[in-house]
């Protein structure tokens, strides 16, 4: 086991000079006993020992991780003369490793925290693949539609959305990339509401659609305060033009109250609010 000869690369792994070297024994080196032991029980048996991973002390006494590779040489007699042991530090490796396992751990802190992002988001937000097909919602979204992600996998938006109304948003983003328009819905309740709806593709390496993200505004709520007064909770003048444009034989019915402003200016305006 005494060292006879080392190259270059092989003191500079261990910190030693040739001179150093040369004489010690491999053990001051190979500190790892049952390691070193398995070795050699190979070596004697097959007269190699190959890609075993342990650790070797330098001479500054820090330890390097190493993969070797021990092959025997054999005399006439067919008896081990030498030994020939040929090592590769993997200290570069293990930053790397290290490097790659924080990478991975920030990777999936960040993911943790998109993801969380994209469930509690205020916003409907559904995930489609290249086919059109749910594979992921947020709580928003089956708040808005009613239906659980199990209940949506393998179907289409065409599930709440006209068939016509889905062949269009899906063309648009295969053609443009992109999609916004207002659309009407149907939830698992039966209800209707209007939504606002903008939808975009993302791609793959070879520029190809990998997914759509499809992002859902409820305008219902938006359209009644439009449409209703908010003192009587009645429909307002926007909604009798908007009712107006719909109609083509129709009454109207006109009602006023003499002196109302008068109300107002000698009782209040609370009173005349309850009045109206």
């Known amino acids: 086991g005494k060292i006879l000869y080392v190259n270059e690369s ?9 001179e150093e070297i040369i004489g010690r024994h491999i053990r001051e080196i190979a500190i790892e006993e049952s390691i070193y032991n398995a070795c050699m029980i190979s070596v004697k048996s097959t007269g190699k020992c190959l890609d075993q991973e342990t650790i070797f002390r330098r001479k500054d006494g ?12 054999y005399n006439e007699k067919g008896d081990i003369e030498y030994l020939i042991v040929n090592a590769r530090d993997l200290t ?6 290290k490097q790659l396992q924080m990478l991975k ?9 998109i993801y969380s992002i994209f469930l509690n988001i205020n916003d409907a937000v559904a995930i489609l693949d290249k086919n059109g097909y749910y594979l992921e919602q947020n709580k928003a979204h089956e708040n808005l539609i009613g239906y659980s992600i199990e209940e949506l996998i393998g179907k289409t938006p065409s599930i709440h959305l006209k068939k016509e109304d889905f062949e269009k948003f899906f063309q648009e983003v295969k053609s443009k990339g992109s999609y916004l ?19 975009f593709a993302l791609y793959d390496e070879n520029g190809e659609i ?3 993200i499809g992002i859902k505004k409820d305008k219902s709520l938006e359209k009644q305060l439009i449409y209703i007064d908010k003192l009587t909770n009645l429909p307002n003048r926007i909604k009798l033009m908007e009712d ?27 009173i005349g609010d309850k009045l109206l």
């Open 92 to 97: 570069h490796l293990d930053n790397i490793n």
């Open 62 to 73: 820090t330890l390097v991780h190493v993969v070797k590779n021990v092959n025997a040489l």
């Open 244 to 270: 107006l444009k719909n109609l083509t034989d129709y009454r109207i019915l006109v009602i006023n109250i003499d002196s109302f402003k008068e109300i107002n200016d000698v009782y209040g305006v609370d």
């Open 181 to 199: 328009g207002e659309i009407s819905i149907k939830t698992k309740s039966g209800e209707y509401k209007d939504v606002e709806l903008f939808a």
């Open 10 to 18: 092989f003191s500079k792994i261990l910190g030693y000079s040739k």
């Open 210 to 212: 990998s997914n759509i």
């Open 105 to 113: 751990t920030y990777l999936e802190k960040r993911y943790e925290l």
